[in-house]
């Protein structure tokens, strides 16, 4: 795993607060990317954190406000099988 791999690019800060503000910002990327290759390991789901990021590039959501009770819905639209099964792994570990 690389800082390519998390489209993170070399960053050159002086002031101290900056720089620690790349550190964690670095290491929070990459603690989300192995815990998703943890996550994708147990459940048993067939692609990469990379091919799950393709994926997400091509969900869509809307939001609607329902007249009556003037509540608001978010729907997810039209997903193959390979994003429903990673939106329900996903569900069910958070």
Do not use: G, W
């Amino acid at each position: 795993m690389s800082k390519t791999d998390l489209k993170i690019r070399p960053i050159y800060h002086y002031l101290r607060n900056r720089i620690e503000a790349h550190i964690c910002i670095s290491f929070t990327a990459y603690t989300v990317y192995k815990e998703l290759e943890r996550l994708f390991t147990q459940s048993n789901v067939p692609f990469s954190v990379r091919r799950a990021a393709e994926l997400t590039q091509t969900m869509y959501q809307i939001e609607v406000l329902l007249p009556d009770s003037k509540r608001k819905k978010n729907i997810l639209l039209n997903m193959d099988v390979e994003q429903q099964k990673l939106t329900k792994v996903i569900a069910e570990n958070l």
